[in-house]
């Protein structure tokens, strides 16, 4: 037969069974010989009789061969092949069932789905990672069956979806909320796009200090106040928080303290860290602290550049039994890393000498200009400034209250500032410049400092303050929890249990334990209590009936008041270790006190929240991903920040 090669029987070459796609029944008696490893797909090899045939995708010859040449035995192969394969089917499942692709709709593969989608926010992944290799194997290990969808599905469907049903979720907690406090901040991307961020902080039904992102959107035109605030005033519509009574906590440039009068927004606190900030940079400006400086970046520059010298210096630090630490480099705009800078320079002051004395170390020019002096100052500067530091760390809690601890650290700061003595130049020339800087901020908002401290058990004690002043704080907070509370009720001034229906003609008094002379009216219809019976007014009554109940209903609203502010200042203080919200939520005899102690506490000194967003930002919106589109990045920001963890109930999909 044309095509066809006989082999001779001695020939023992291996014959290859066919790949699995191969599903003729010929299969059976037909394999292929290997060829320098691979199989040799251009002839297929007779099993029965090693016969060679020619092989073009076709079976046609192959099976004319099997029944010309083997009949009987070809006919009776292919029938216990068959039988074998249906008993195999009819004890376990079918192995190809087994890899059958899951559906789209599946309930299985909307879970994978889902836990990808949360992937990419929580991990700030780029959307591609859908089709990066090792990701696909990473899936395709864990669920075979599973088809990874698309970047563009991921992107438009997916991420939108997730975004919806987070916004939703906290959309549900701010209306919960009693009270909410924003904060803003701006920035620039690397793409050189600006961007504002919001977040909002509430303090929850259960006591707990809650921080949400609530948008990063592109700001487009000059950043002006109005334009910020008119940016403020459309968020705050957007997520329905103008009945919240909502306060705005931003830095202290002037377009900001603009855009909080634009918004409508009151009160306006201007952030602490970056007040500190201002008033630590003016005392690092003085002409001594920053020539001091500058010689100092020069040594620690010196270091940070020369590949040598880093390596002496290290050996010259193991010798010493010395950390292992490299020198700081400050950030001009951050007075922190000033202080970090001088700090490490004095705990490697010893390598640092050894070091630059070392003869394998070229310099070019003179680089240790620093004198003993010099190293007394930093001594000065770094004990001076600690507490500062420790003010910064401090005040950059989001779990825990911080516009209550103004009052207290800025007393704090007042007399570690305070002139002495023993005081050299250069430290009372620092100390009278950030004196004179953190005086004239925070004009006015004393009140709401004092309130808030005095609400918050660990400093509710006010001892920053005069006997008279904190009388008068507390005498404010009694009038600020009734106020509060008749406006809870819906009454401009609570009645008490003397209320009065305006529909009636008469003053009920059945609840009064009253004795009034005057004839009875026809009586209620009998009921299970006794029934109570109408009086008629008197003249007097219907004189001065109204205001008399008003009164009373008022002084008695007052007196709870008055009487839990007794109870709560006859409390020990909480120590300065535990949080202040769950003392309140354990305080169940204040229920006014609580109340206006949640509108208060939930307003943050600093607007660093927002300015944690920066950190977020530059890994999303990175070089590689410069052409991000802005709503994406507000999707994977607010994601990123508010995506609570899956074995959170609330947040399950």
Not at 61 to 80: K, S
Not at 411 to 426: I, T
Request: hydrophobic residues 35%; charged residues 30%; glycine residues 4%.
């Amino acid at each position: 037969m044309e095509g066809v090669k006989e082999v001779s029987g001695d020939n023992d070459e291996k014959i290859f069974n066919a790949p699995g796609k191969h599903k003729s029944k010929v299969w059976t008696v037909f394999g292929f010989y290997k060829k320098e490893g691979k199989l040799d797909r251009s002839r297929a090899v007779c099993k029965l009789c090693r016969a060679s045939l020619t092989y073009t995708g076709s079976t046609t010859n192959l099976d004319q061969h099997a029944r010309r040449r083997h009949g009987q035995e070809y006919i009776g192969e292919t029938r216990t092949n068959e039988q074998e394969r249906t008993a195999s089917s009819s004890t376990q499942p079918v192995i190809s069932n087994m890899f059958a692709q899951l559906g789209q709709n599946s309930a299985r593969a909307k879970e994978i789905t889902a836990s990808i989608t949360r992937f990419i926010a929580k991990g700030l992944c780029p959307y591609n990672i859908v089709e990066w290799e090792g990701f696909q194997d990473l899936i395709h290990t864990l669920e075979p069956r599973y088809k990874i969808p698309s970047r563009n599905h991921i992107t438009n469907t997916c991420m939108p979806a997730l975004y919806t049903q987070v916004k939703s979720q906290v959309e549900k907690e701010l209306a919960n909320a009693e009270r909410v406090a924003i904060t803003s901040d701006a920035w620039t991307s690397c793409a050189t796009e600006s961007y504002v961020t919001i977040t909002a902080h509430h303090i929850t039904p259960d006591w707990t200090l809650n921080v949400h992102v609530l948008q990063t959107r592109a700001f487009k035109g000059s950043h002006t106040g109005k334009n910020i605030g008119a940016l403020l005033k459309q968020a705050c519509i957007d997520w329905k928080l103008f009945d919240k009574e909502p306060a705005l906590v931003t830095d202290n440039a002037s377009n900001m303290v603009l855009a909080g009068v634009e918004a409508e927004m009151s009160p306006h606190l201007m952030c602490f860290a970056h007040t500190i900030n201002l008033a630590t940079q003016k005392a690092f400006k003085v002409d001594t602290v920053e020539r001091l400086l500058g010689r100092v970046r020069r040594v620690v520059g010196f270091f940070h550049r020369s590949v040598r010298a880093a390596e002496i210096l290290q050996d010259k630090q193991k010798q010493l039994a010395l950390p292992i630490h490299k020198l700081i480099q400050d950030v001009s705009t951050r007075w922190n890393s000033s202080h970090d800078m001088l700090e490490r320079l004095l705990e490697q002051q010893p390598a640092i000498s050894a070091a630059l004395m070392s003869r394998d170390l070229r310099r070019g020019e003179e680089v240790n200009t620093l004198k003993d002096k010099d190293f007394c100052d930093v001594v000065d500067i770094v004990k001076l400034m600690a507490p500062v530091k420790l003010v910064t760390t401090s005040m950059c809690e989001d779990k825990r209250p911080t516009l209550s601890m103004i009052c207290p650290v800025r007393a704090k700061l007042k007399k570690n500032f305070e002139a002495s003595d023993e005081d050299s130049a250069v430290i009372r020339e620092m100390k009278q410049a950030f004196r004179n800087d953190l005086e004239k901020r925070y004009t006015g908002l004393d009140d709401l400092f004092y309130t808030a401290a005095a609400l918050d058990p660990r400093f509710k004690s006010l001892p920053f303050l005069t006997d008279h002043d904190a009388e008068r704080t507390f005498t404010s907070i009694t009038a600020e929890a009734t106020s509060l509370h008749n406006k809870a009720t819906g009454d401009p001034i609570q009645r008490g249990p003397l209320q009065t229906n305006p529909c009636q003609t008469e003053p009920a008094l059945g609840d009064l334990d009253i004795s009034i002379d005057a004839p009875q009216t026809q009586d209620e219809p009998k009921d299970d209590d006794p029934p109570l019976k109408k009086k008629k007014m008197s003249a007097l009554d219907q004189l001065l009936g109204k205001d008399f109940e008003v009164r009373m209903g008022a002084r008695s609203v007052r007196d709870k008041a008055n009487e839990e502010v007794k109870r709560y200042r006859e409390r020990d203080l909480l120590s300065l270790q535990k949080n202040p919200l769950q003392w309140w939520k354990e305080q169940q005899d204040l229920p006014l006190l609580s109340s206006l102690a949640k509108k208060y506490l939930c307003i943050p000194a600093t607007s660093v929240a927002s300015e944690r967003v920066f950190s977020t930002a530059g890994d999303i919106v990175s070089s590689k991903r410069s052409l991000l589109k802005p709503e994406h990045v507000d999707q994977l920001i607010f994601l990123k920040k508010n995506l609570s963890p899956k074995n959170n109930k609330d947040s399950e999909t």
